[in-house]
Each structure stands twice: as C-alpha cells, then as structure tokens.
C-alpha cells in the first residue's frame, strides 16, 4: 500500500520568504509527527497531531514555525520569513494509534534557504 | 527528559564481517527502544523495536539488538554484513505514554567496504 508522502521532496527559498511543507499520512493513521534533521545529525522533533489536535508542539523552535491539519489527514507545516539555519530535512511520520508505537516515515522535504 | 547517545559517528567494515553499533540511552522512566536506517536520500525505515519481552530483539535484514537495563543499551549488531547495508543507522527512544515522539541518537554511518 502506499506510504507516508511529503511534497515537495527539495525546495530552495530565499531567506525571508514564506515556505509550506505537506505532508499525505498512511490512510487511516491518527498520529502524525514532524522532525527536523540537519545535516550529519539525528532527526529532531517538531510536533505531534492526534487526528486534528495539535497535542505537542514543544519542538517547534520559534513562533515563525506552524503546523496544521485540519482534516485529521494531510499536514502541512509552514515557516515564515525562513533563516538560514532552517536549511535541513524536514521527516513527516505517521502511526495507527496512540498505542502503537511504530512510526512510518515519510522521505522528507529537503529545505535550503540561500 | 531522555537522551540517546551512538558512541560511533563512523564505522567502516568489510563485507561478510560482523558489524555492532552502540547505543546507550538515558532516562528517568521506562522507555521503549528503536533502531532505525536511513538510506541515502530516503526516509526511516524501522529495523527492530524493543517494547517488552525478551530482551533481544530480531530484526530485518538479519540485524539483532539487546536490551541491557542495568546498562542502559541497545547495542545493534549483525553477524555478517552487506554492501547493500551501507546507510546510516539511528537509535531512538521515545516513553510509554501517548504522544510518542521519537528522540534520536546522532546516526553512525556505516560503509561496507567489499
């Protein structure tokens, strides 16, 4: 079946501009995670939606960074006036339940700000 | 809060050898146990978890791993490698609650030299 999903995989902005990072969950996984990995490190976490509620948000690293999910399905998480120090890759995870602890990773969005 | 560390950023080794990765975690409470692999441009894929049970783990791609409590570690091992699992390896945690975030270790890349 088909995985987790994110668009689009590479985006170049220039610093100050205004960036939206989707991402399409397994059908039917009510959990959904977003990390952040810098180059040579391990990934980071963002956020954590269960189905539409945004129950996390403590790994956010500064207010210009926001996430949503309206549905309870697709996320897109948004940085406004992006800094070099944003550049990274940006991982989408889904799982089925608060119980299950197996998380499905997306390929990532790789961000460069020039 | 809980913490991962991979003593190893790098670990060469040549094909048909066996290969351990070292990881030792953190925490104050009881937290389960991943090993993930990152192959080049991709996503996470999950090698093996430890949630209870018996304390050494089977994974895919003929990889094992033991919980040591006393210790506090997930060593990852595999008796002979592959030029095929040249990649970068994470070890996460994450605690027994809903919300599960992940939180990673700093990855040890390994090259399978032939």
């Known amino acids: 079946g088909a995985g987790v999903s994110q668009s689009p995989r590479y985006k170049v902005a220039k610093r100050g501009q205004d960036v939206a990072l989707r991402c399409d969950p397994i059908?039917?996984?009510?959990?959904l995670f977003w990390y952040q990995q810098a180059l040579g490190q391990g990934p980071e976490f963002l956020t954590y939606?269960?189905?539409?509620?945004?129950?996390?948000k403590s790994g956010l690293p500064s207010d210009r960074f926001f996430a949503e999910r309206p549905e309870g399905s697709v996320s897109t998480l948004k940085i406004q006036r992006t800094q070099q120090e944003d550049s990274a890759v940006y991982l989408c995870?889904?799982?089925?339940?608060?119980?299950?602890?197996?998380?499905?990773f997306g390929p990532g969005t790789r961000l460069t700000v020039t | 809060a809980q913490s991962v560390t991979q003593l190893d950023s790098q670990v060469p080794v040549f094909e048909e050898a066996p290969v351990e990765l070292r990881c030792n975690y953190s925490?104050?409470?009881?937290?389960?146990l991943f090993w993930y692999v990152q192959y080049p441009n991709q996503g996470l894929q999950l090698l093996l978890k430890?949630?209870?049970?018996?304390?050494l783990v089977k994974g895919i791609n003929g990889f094992e791993a033991e919980f040591n409590k006393s210790q506090t570690s997930f060593h990852l091992r595999k008796p002979s490698v592959h030029i095929s699992d040249t990649a970068e390896y994470f070890c996460?945690?994450?605690?027994?609650?809903?919300?599960?975030?992940?939180?990673f270790g700093g990855g040890t890349r390994v090259l399978v030299k032939p």
């Open positions: 995870a889904s799982s089925h339940s608060t119980a299950d602890y197996e998380q499905y």
């Open positions: 059908s039917g996984h009510v959990s």
């Open positions: 939606f269960q189905n539409e509620a945004q129950l996390d």
């Open positions: 925490s104050s409470v009881s937290v389960y």
């Open positions: 430890y949630l209870s049970g018996s304390t």
């Open positions: 996460a945690v994450t605690l027994k609650a809903a919300g599960n975030k992940l939180t």
